[in-house]
T-cell receptor
Framework: DTGVSQDPRHKITKRGQNVTFRCDPI?????LYWYRQTLGQGPEFLTY????????KSRLLSDRFSAERPKGSFSTLEIQRTEQGDSAMYLC???FGTGIATNEKLFFGSGTQLSVL | AQSVSQHNHHVILSEAASLELGCNYS??????LFWYVQYPGQHLQLLLK????DPLVKGIKGFEAEFIKSKFSFNLRKPSVQWSDTAEYFC?????????????WGLGTSLAVNP
């Protein structure tokens, strides 16, 4: 399967623990996005990378959240000192885009479901 | 504030019925509009998108959507649904160009098609 892959699929953790998720985008895609989705809601934007540069970050992303894409390929999203409110599906998407156009198709992974107890 | 409103949270139809899912947006400037679908147990995937040209766009699996600028709407339609169309449908919008790349999403519409 050459789509976007996310690992793990499910993560259960205790409040206060740190968690890290990984996303492997489609190999030729230069743009990578993280979204968060809770039940009954649409996805909420968290952050965006173009190659290795983090170009945009939502105000939803508190200081406890950090994302990296060190070599412009895979990305990690870390949540420190997890809280129950962090429980959600964390979605990664990638795309290939050039210039300033923003209409490219996003390819989503299956997500990582985080449960904070 | 930028927002996307999907009119129906849950829709139940019988096979062969016609479908129209409403989507209205509030967004300053020129926009791109998208419909994404999530089939049970699968990831989100693009159904169709509009960014310029003919306001009636056709997507995969017989879906189409019409952009009506004066109404800030981008309703999704299908003339005859199938059981396999059972899924969650999301409308999304973003700015046409620039550094703001985030998509603003609606809450989604859950469609159940009875065989």
């Amino acid at each position: 399967d050459t789509g976007v892959s996310q690992d793990p699929r499910h993560k259960i953790t205790k409040r206060g623990q740190n968690v890290t998720f990984r996303c492997d985008p489609i190999s030729e895609h230069n743009r990578l996005y993280w979204y968060r989705q809770t039940l009954g809601q649409g996805p909420e934007f968290l952050t965006y990378f173009q190659n290795e540069a983090q170009l945009e970050k939502s105000r939803l992303l508190s200081d406890r959240f950090s994302a990296e894409r060190p070599k412009g390929s895979f990305s990690t999203l870390e949540i420190q000192r997890t809280e129950q409110g962090d429980s959600a599906m964390y979605l990664c998407a990638s795309s290939f885009g050039t210039g300033i156009a923003t209409n490219e198709k996003l390819f989503f992974g299956s997500g990582t479901q985080l449960s904070v107890l | 504030a930028q927002s996307v409103s999907q009119h129906n949270h849950h829709v139940i139809l019988s096979e062969a019925a016609s479908l129209e899912l409403g989507c209205n947006y509030s967004y300053g400037g020129t926009v791109n509009l998208f419909w994404y679908v999530q089939y049970p147990g699968q990831h989100l995937q693009l159904l169709l998108k509009y960014f310029s040209g003919d306001p009636l766009v056709k997507g995969i699996k017989g879906f189409e959507a019409e952009f009506i600028k004066s109404k800030f709407s981008f309703n999704l339609r299908k003339p005859s649904v199938q059981w396999s169309d059972t899924a969650e449908y999301f409308c999304a919008v973003n700015a046409r160009a620039g550094n703001n790349r985030k998509l603003i999403w609606g809450l989604g519409t859950s469609l159940a098609v009875n065989p």
